[in-house]
């Protein structure tokens, strides 16, 4: 295998089998010329998978180094060995408890590979536990040593960090996510010293991932919207347990469609040094089509971090020379900010195709739109990438606009104004109104009866509904460029 590798971002990831990679909210270590890599696999029994590869690109699936059969044993603090909570399956998509974010280190002094993780019940998020397993070699059967609250509290999305001098240290989200904790780890790794520092309270930080880079930490995580991406942030430090900047922006408003799941340095046989940020696609809709995306990481300054959008990157491990290619998809999701839905085309070529707000798919070509211009005026169409029709507000036979108007797609000849809209700036993040040029209304993105997201619609109304003081924004869209 030579030491030029592309990976494509975005794409399904196989491994040498041809089988999906199942390794999410993920992990990796490098030893001995490969790179390992941990991560959520739910499917049957298993609970954590791990796959190799020398060249970052072709992954061999190395078995499920954690299942439901894994063998127990207690450590010398008091744990939980329940992997089999009564009445699983909620949330689990497959028997037993939920493991999520599993991570591994290596243990210099007991020689012992060490894996922290999350825990749950199946059922809900209620428990917040973190788990520890560890294992003789990197990528065989380890032993699961249970599950426990650290130091009594919550404990959800996780991350671990050793330091150059073997410290490590363990970090998740507690108080129902509102704070990130830093647990300074024991020598051998197995449990709890002390927790050493409460990062950003009341802020809700989660999916955290840690690296340092000329003395400088860096913390990158993602806000709180489950598996719905959300604006990346990255704080820095020049100590982990010391004072940490303010939250700094990490990527796009939706960290280009990810949620970190860790930092991997490389080595290249050059002896230089290199950051890959490793993000996670989930696809809230479907969680098995949950995919990955790989990007390099610059550094403007010591204390900036810097993450772009890359389509493809290739990687020489020998030079450890990292070359980001960028094509343009043309293509765009509407968002509605209010309801965290995305605009879809209900029954696609269908006579009376209508639109709607449907959950975040990213295979769906419903959801997918092209923004074309008019004319010079400013106003675009709204093409649905899978009808090929625009959309439009109806307007009446005589060309007047209708007053009760239901969103239509239509061919762009059947009418003129009715398909042209402008994107108002709204405010400085860069959410936009979305206003009929016939009708001189707006989108409005409604949620179901009593809150309900699952039933949300779209349709034009007034912008007087929108008041952010009783907590509703359905008149803010973002146009998100897909990637
Ligand atoms: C996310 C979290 C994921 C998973 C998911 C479940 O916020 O980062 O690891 O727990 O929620 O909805």
């Known amino acids: ?115 922290w993780m999350h825990w749950e019940n199946g059922r809900n998020y209620n428990d917040a536990r973190c788990a520890v397993a560890t294992c003789d070699t990197i990528d065989g059967e380890y032993v699961y040593h249970g599950s426990f609250n650290p130091i009594g509290h919550m404990s959800r999305d996780c991350t671990v960090f050793q330091d150059d001098d073997g410290t490590a240290y363990f970090i998740s989200a507690a108080r129902d996510n509102a704070d990130l904790l830093v647990y300074r780890l024991s020598d051998d790794y197995l449990s709890i010293d002390e927790l050493v520092k409460t990062l950003w309270p009341g802020q809700y930080r989660e999916a955290p991932a840690v690296m340092k880079r000329s003395g400088v930490y860096f913390l990158v995580t993602s806000a709180c919207t489950g598996w719905l991406p959300n604006q990346g942030a990255y704080a820095y430090s ?53 995919s990955y995306v790989f990007l390099p990481l610059s550094f403007p300054s010591d204390n900036e971090v810097k993450v772009e959008w890359a389509d493809r990157i290739t990687i020489d491990l020998h030079t450890g020379l990292i070359q980001p290619e960028v094509r343009e998809s043309g293509l765009h999701r509407i968002k509605s900010c209010g ?63 209708q007053s009760e108007a239901q969103l239509r797609l239509v061919q762009e000849e059947e009418t003129r104004y009715s398909v042209e809209w402008i994107l108002e700036d709204a405010d400085a993040e860069g959410k936009v109104r979305i206003r009929s040029r016939a009708t001189g209304k707006v989108l409005s993105a409604g949620l179901g009866e009593g809150g309900n997201r699952a039933a949300a619609f779209v349709h034009i109304t007034d912008e007087a509904e929108h008041d952010p003081r009783n907590g509703r924004d359905p008149q803010r869209f973002e146009v998100l460029k897909v990637y």
């Open 238 to 290: 020049d100590s982990l347990t010391g004072r940490w900047s303010q939250l700094l922006p990490f990527g796009d408003s939706t960290t280009y469609d990810t949620q970190p799941a860790f930092i991997v340095p490389i080595q290249s046989q050059g002896g230089k040094t290199e950051y890959l940020y490793a993000g996670d696609r989930w696809d809230p809709s479907s969680y098995h089509h949950s």
């Open 1 to 115: 295998m030579g030491n030029e590798a592309t990976i494509h971002n975005g794409a399904a990831w196989k491994d040498t089998n041809g089988e999906p990679v199942r390794a999410h909210g993920g992990w990796m270590l490098q030893q001995d010329g490969y790179f390992y890599w941990f991560g959520e696999d739910r499917t049957e029994g298993r609970k954590v998978s791990c796959y190799r590869s020398s060249d970052l690109c072709h992954w061999e699936n190395r078995g499920a180094v954690l299942t439901l059969d894994s063998k127990v044993r207690p450590v010398y603090y008091r744990t939980s060995l329940e992997l089999y909570p009564p009445e699983t399956s909620d949330i689990g998509y497959g028997q037993g408890a939920v493991i999520e974010r599993p991570k591994v280190l290596y243990n210099e002094r007991t020689g012992k590979y060490v894996m």
């Open 339 to 401: 309801s965290e839905r995305y605009l879809a085309v209900m029954q696609p070529k269908g006579e009376d195709a209508g639109v709607i707000g449907n959950v975040l798919a990213y295979l769906s070509e419903e959801q997918k739109w092209i923004v074309e211009p008019c004319r010079e005026d400013g106003y675009v169409r709204l093409r649905s990438k899978e009808d090929g029709r625009c959309l439009a507000v109806p307007l009446s036979p005589t060309g007047e606009p």
